[in-house]
């Protein structure tokens, strides 16, 4: 996230989108601390707070319910329901505490954005979609002090606001947790406005910013698919960094010296001793790798793992359907990001932009908390 937010603060990326597939409390506490909730889903359907963008007492949000409705909650006291049997619900305590009034009004499609307004103005709240009414209650508050949202029981809801703190920092919370569904954030983004799409697993430890702009330019090149870092911790890259003198033989294991192609050191995400001699490596020679001048490889033919790539969108999109694949012992259809990356030609290693990846599940044995440490010690340079 340092590397992340300081592109973000420079404006050399647009939106950071976080997708959550864990359910551990403290990695979920960390994400709500840093970023915005856009996508909710039945994994956590308590209401959590977000902060959107709010002029003259009024913001505006887009709302998108896929299954049941999608909750928004004003002030702790006015709590309204979208799109449940295609039908807007507005539930508030009346006067005496006693009842609730509930409130209706019907043909709210689902299945697509709508952008509804919330205004107060002189204790009465109005919510409007499409220059259509659809609530005009009188209230107690003026002003709006807090907002929520969560999502239906077996539903998964979409939300788009601007932000107004953590801003282009999005969270995307997931209906499942394992890897057969991760094709959940890749089918949203066939969709979503973007020009180039940066897919970053979350141990990436170092991003060299000074080059990021250099990563940018060859990815628009239209005879481009897939472009990967030179990824420190990746079989690819290994190959490649000793071919060309970046990781002297010295420090290798003799698996990895003298291979005539990346597909004989694949293996390599096994090996956490080795792993760690490289990291270490980096860490006390990285001049000579963020300086390096190798020339951009074509990866035809390899098998990359994605720890960490770009794509542009039109690409991205024609290219979408290749990556289902039938698993029979499941029984179901699942996205399979690293045949996506086998399938397709023209994939590049883009060898003078270096991030790092901190260490595949079989090597978190020797890559521990210990190495991270001297990742957390370098400063970014720019």
């Given at each position: 996230m340092l590397y992340l937010e300081t592109l973000?603060?420079?404006?050399?990326?647009?939106?950071?989108h976080l997708w959550q597939f864990t359910s551990i409390s403290n990695d979920v506490q960390y994400f709500e601390s840093i970023s915005n909730i856009h996508k909710s889903s039945s994994q956590f359907n308590e209401y959590r707070e977000i902060f959107p963008k709010i002029y003259n007492k009024r913001f505006i949000i887009g709302i998108k319910s896929t299954k049941g409705g999608s909750y928004v909650l004003i002030n702790d006291k006015y709590e309204f329901i979208f799109n449940l049997n295609n039908t807007v619900y507005a539930m508030f305590a009346n006067k005496n505490k006693n009842e609730v009034d509930i409130k209706k009004c019907f043909k709210i499609s689902k299945d697509k954005f709508l952008l509804y307004t919330f205004e107060i103005n002189n204790f009465t709240l109005l919510i409007t979609?499409?220059?259509?009414?659809?609530?005009?209650?009188?209230?107690?508050?003026?002003?709006?002090?807090?907002?929520?949202?969560?999502?239906?029981?077996?539903?998964?809801?979409?939300?788009?606001?601007?932000?107004?703190?953590?801003?282009?920092?999005?969270?995307?919370?997931?209906?499942?947790?394992?890897?057969?569904?991760?094709?959940?954030?890749?089918?949203?983004?066939?969709?979503?406005?973007?020009?180039?799409l940066l897919k970053m697993d979350d141990d990436i430890v170092y991003i060299d910013i000074n080059r990021f702009d250099d990563y940018i330019f060859f990815i628009r090149n239209d005879k481009i698919n897939i472009a990967l870092p030179n990824l420190i911790n990746h079989a690819v890259s290994l190959f490649y960094n000793n071919k060309y003198g970046l990781i002297p033989s010295i420090i290798l294991n003799k698996t990895y010296i003298n291979r005539n192609t990346s597909l004989e050191v694949y293996d390599y995400y096994k090996d956490g001793k080795q792993a760690e001699i490289i990291h270490k490596y980096f860490i006390n020679n990285i001049n000579k790798f963020i300086n390096n001048k190798i020339e951009p490889i074509n990866l035809n033919g390899q098998l990359p793992s994605i720890c960490a790539f770009g794509?542009?969108?039109?690409?991205?999109?024609?290219?979408?359907?290749?990556?289902?694949?039938?698993?029979?012992?499941?029984?179901?259809?699942?996205?399979?990001?690293?045949?996506?990356?086998?399938?397709?030609?023209?994939?590049?290693?883009?060898?003078?932009?270096?991030?790092?990846?901190?260490?595949?599940?079989?090597?978190?044995?020797?890559?521990?908390?210990?190495?991270?440490i001297y990742y957390k010690s370098l400063k970014i340079n720019i």
């Open positions: 973000l603060n420079k404006k050399k990326i647009d939106e950071i979609v499409k220059k259509k009414v659809l609530f005009n209650l009188k209230i107690e508050d003026n002003n709006f002090s807090s907002v929520k949202v969560h999502s239906d029981k077996h539903s998964e809801n979409y939300w788009h606001y601007e932000e107004m703190k953590n801003r282009n920092i999005k969270l995307f919370d997931t209906e499942f947790r394992d890897r057969y569904h991760w094709y959940e954030a890749y089918k949203y983004y066939l969709t979503y406005d973007y020009e180039i794509i542009k969108k039109k690409n991205f999109v024609k290219y979408y359907k290749k990556t289902f694949i039938k698993r029979a012992r499941f029984n179901i259809i699942s996205f399979d990001d690293e045949r996506y990356v086998h399938t397709l030609k023209n994939n590049y290693l883009f060898p003078k932009f270096i991030c790092v990846h901190y260490h595949f599940g079989p090597q978190a044995k020797e890559i521990n908390e210990k190495m991270f």
